[in-house]
């Protein structure tokens, strides 16, 4: 007979969510460089970092292998979740999904219905060309091409005015679609969102993968990162305390990372979890 095993949570971690451009890549050179002792230490002692952010599985799978990091990952605003195959047991090159958005065809029918009703001006990812996308974004052609390889959601350059915005926003939630504003892009997606995609991850780890989670930290940079960072323990806002350019509240603890990109990350996220010791009196 099969024999049960004690479903005892065999691992005690926090759960790190981050987002990518601004907060852990430098806005401008997308560089990681200060962040990567930090990384490595992470990875040794097994404590996730999970990548949360607007980009693609395609863009994120290069970055996760670049940094030499092996947990899940979340795509496209939340909409996407990627995990190693076999995971966690085992770490296979493969990944398996989980979608949590809708499908971006559907999201690409109503923008272009949209656009039709009340001549909206904007441009899609869906309207440029690999040129076009890399003069927006500054990325690589072959960066360009991983960005624009989406599965759930569409980023949009806005021309119009924020009149229009609201009018645009008010459509799309008639089609249980929504608008999030990213670092330099709308993005246009399903009603999942950024804190979905963490809680539901958060879940699998407790009951599927049997760890024991003592702590979420989320770090986020921008408006699109606000949910995600209210719905973690730890918020950490990658910005100085006196100049937030949002607001967020963690469920324990909020936290000024003092500005954007991997140092600053780095820094925060070293205060959380290593902090020094405490000075000893005798
Ligand atoms: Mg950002």
């Given amino acids: 007979m099969h024999q049960l095993k004690a479903s005892e949570p065999d691992r005690i971690s926090p759960l790190i969510f981050t987002d990518l451009d601004g907060t852990l890549l430098d806005h401008d050179t997308y560089s990681w460089a200060a962040a990567a002792p ?47 195959e076999g995971y966690p047991e085992k770490n296979g090159a493969g990944l398996q999904f989980e979608f949590l958005g809708r499908a971006r065809r559907e999201i690409l029918e109503v923008l272009t219905w949209a656009r039709e009703e009340e001549g909206f001006r904007f441009q899609g990812f869906n309207d440029m060309s690999l040129q076009e996308i890399i003069r927006h974004t500054g990325l690589s052609s072959e960066e360009a091409l991983a960005a624009s390889e989406r599965q759930a959601t569409e980023p949009l350059l806005w021309f119009d005015t924020e009149e229009n915005k609201a009018r645009l926003e008010r459509m799309l939630k008639k089609n249980e679609l929504r608008l999030l504003s990213g670092g330099r892009f709308l993005h246009v997606m399903g ?92």
């Fill in 191 to 282: 009603t999942c969102d950024k804190a979905n995609a963490l809680a539901h991850l958060t879940r699998r780890y407790q009951t599927d993968w049997q760890y024991s989670v003592n702590t979420t930290i989320a770090l986020g940079d921008s408006p699109n990162d606000q949910e995600m960072l209210n719905a973690a323990d730890v918020a950490v806002i990658m910005a100085p305390s006196d100049a937030p350019p949002f607001h967020a509240q963690g469920k324990r603890e909020t936290i000024y990372a003092g500005g954007r990109g991997p140092a600053c990350w780095a820094s925060a996220l070293t205060s959380i979890l290593l902090p020094p010791e405490r000075e000893c009196h005798e």
């Fill in 38 to 84: 930090l990384l490595k230490r992470l990875e040794k002692l097994g404590i996730p970092v999970i990548f949360n952010s607007s980009k693609t599985v395609s863009e994120m799978k290069n970055l996760r292998e670049a940094m030499k990091l092996s947990h899940p990952f979340i795509a496209e605003n939340g909409a996407v979740i990627a995990f190693p």
